[in-house]
């Protein structure tokens, strides 16, 4: 036993030893974990945000959600139709491998592939061209005078890498696939991945070769998936953890009067909203067969007026919300708070509506939610059973993990009849949601229009915004796209949530609204 203790005590200190005078360790805790390392798989913040400490775009947001040179070092229109983008030069990815114009065209093929969740981003361009190994041109198929802003969430992967370990498209989470970037990652960004636990903890270390200066003084970073609420509100109190990026609102309170620790608050881009297949002539999940009540404006509108959204900010939120009559709110380009209106709850108007319709008596159908993707999202979706249940709509709820949700409503399933899902938009623009959400489904256009409903006034609007220069123009075609959108109630939106996070009073950090977390500006006092 004094053998073992020696023995231990020594690799104790060599482990030590190795250890800069300053290292300093950054514990935090999500109630979900990141579904995939790969970053093209799903489209969605939190996947996005993570890897975004890993892997790197050509164009990145600063600390005010500015943009700023990453890996291209300058970009200029030099046509209508066309974009330059001069590439960072002596760039490497984290095993040594040259960041070259290659691996952006891999890039380009990669996240066209079928696997990958994030098409959408590249969706104006046709064409990638290398003029040499440090100069791409981006030609759009007409003029996209934002594309810049649309490129900072598309990260570039190393095509030596994926090529090496087979992973040249991504395993597509749908299905459950799994390729070798499920798990591994490697790319040019301020932090490397260690390990991997899924559903319990992932482990970063800085990038020795990071081409940028680091404004962190982390060693060691670690994620740790704490489901219960109160056992990861309770890491924090006790010093387990340093942060927790999901924060319930229920002890928002507690925490801010608990000693060292505190809640830093402020209002987030994202909007939640409910959706309603409005494509099929019969729903998936729903006790009317031969066709789809959703499809009769009337439903839609009475689903609307049933519900109460202050009291869901009152009693569910607790506060930390924003009602809203829009799928994009303040802080997006073109948001107007005179367009902001909801529809009026009132129950009556509902039933009238239902029974005009012809379900007199209401109908059944099943509501999918995710249990761990947005603030209180399982309570949302009970509150609004609940309403529904007023106007005589039985609705059986459907919570599950993000993991298990998004492949069951997101493409290419689409297997939902009623759902809730959040939108941030990635260039802080009306049309990247209208685009995203609300257009015909094209494969590129509307792949989040997971309704699958379709307007041909409301694509030609989408079509024209994206190629207005005129300000003046291009907000009233906001407006007129977000008016059919209202009175079509197409969607059913809630609200913005509040980025609500906690850490000890040693952490400082960049808390941005768009809910991104980069490490980069962490620092442990």
Known sequence: M????????????????????????????????????????????????????????????????????????????????????????????????????????????????KGSNMQSVIASVSEVRKIDDHTVDFITRMPDPILPQGLTNWAMMSKAWAEKNNATTPADLTSREENFATRNAMGTGPFKLVSREPDRRTVLEPNAGWWDKPQHNLTRVELNIIANDATRVAALLSGEVDMLYTVPPQDVERIRRAPNTRILQGPELRTIYLGMDQLRDELLKSDVKGKNPFKDVRVRQAFYHAIDI??????????????????????????????????????????????????????????????????????????????????????????????????????????????MLGW?????????????????????????????????????????????????KRNTMITQASKIIHDEALYLPLHQQQVVWATRTNIELVQPADNYFPLRYVQVK
């Open 2 to 113: 004094r053998r073992i203790l020696l023995a231990t005590a020594l690799l104790a200190g060599t482990a030590l030893a190795g250890l800069p005078a300053d290292a300093k360790t950054f514990r935090w805790a999500n109630d979900g974990d990141v579904n995939s390392m790969d970053p093209y798989t799903r489209q969605e913040t939190f996947l996005l945000s993570f890897m975004a400490n890993i892997y790197e775009p050509l164009v990145r947001r600063d600390r005010d959600l500015e943009l700023e040179p990453a890996l291209a070092e300058k970009w200029e229109q030099t046509s209508p139709t066309s974009w330059r983008f001069t590439l960072r030069q002596g760039v490497k990815f984290s095993d040594g491998t040259p960041f070259t114009a290659d691996d952006v065209l891999f890039s380009v093929q990669r996240v066209r592939s």
């Open 424 to 472: 941030t938009p990635t260039t802080y623009d009306a049309h990247n949601a209208f685009f995203n959400l609300a257009g015909t489904r094209d494969g590129t256009r509307g792949v989040f229009n997971n309704g699958g409903f379709s307007n041909a006034a409301l694509d030609k609007l989408i079509q024209d915004m994206s190629v207005e220069s005129d300000e003046t």
């Open 310 to 419: 202050e009291a869901i900010k009152s009693r569910v939120m607790r506060g930390q919300s924003r009602p809203t009559g829009q799928i994009f709110g303040p802080g997006v380009n073109g948001f107007e708070e005179a367009n902001d209106t909801r529809y009026k709850y009132d129950p009556e108007a509902a039933k009238k509506l239902l029974a005009e319709a012809g379900y007199p008596n209401g109908f059944s159908l099943t509501m999918d939610c995710p249990n761990d993707r947005y603030v209180n999202d399982e309570a949302i979706c009970t509150a609004v059973v609940s309403m529904l249940a007023r106007v005589g709509v039985k609705v059986t709820l459907n919570a599950q993990t993000r993991a298990r949700y998004f492949a069951e409503i997101n493409p290419p399933n689409y297997n939902t009849s009623f759902y």
